[in-house]
C-alpha cells in the first residue's frame, strides 16, 4: 500500500473562519485583512492559498 503524504495546511480551518468573519464584521478589504493578520511572504507578495473561496468574493 501507498502511504498517503500529509498536507501540512498553512492554515487551520478555525483561523480562516475568524478571519472572514472579521473581514465581514469590520468591512475590510482582503488585503486589510492580510496586513492584520500577517499573511504577506517575506518577500513582500501575498500568500493567498485560498483563504477565502472564490465562491464568496
Do not use: H
Amino acid at each position: 500500500m501507498k502511504d498517503k503524504k500529509k498536507k501540512n495546511r498553512l492554515w487551520s480551518g478555525d483561523f480562516k473562519l475568524k478571519v472572514v468573519l472579521d473581514i465581514i464584521e469590520n468591512e475590510l478589504s482582503y488585503s486589510q485583512a492580510a496586513r492584520k493578520y500577517d499573511m504577506y511572504l517575506s518577500s513582500g507578495s501575498l500568500n493567498d492559498t485560498e483563504l477565502i473561496p472564490k465562491t464568496c468574493t
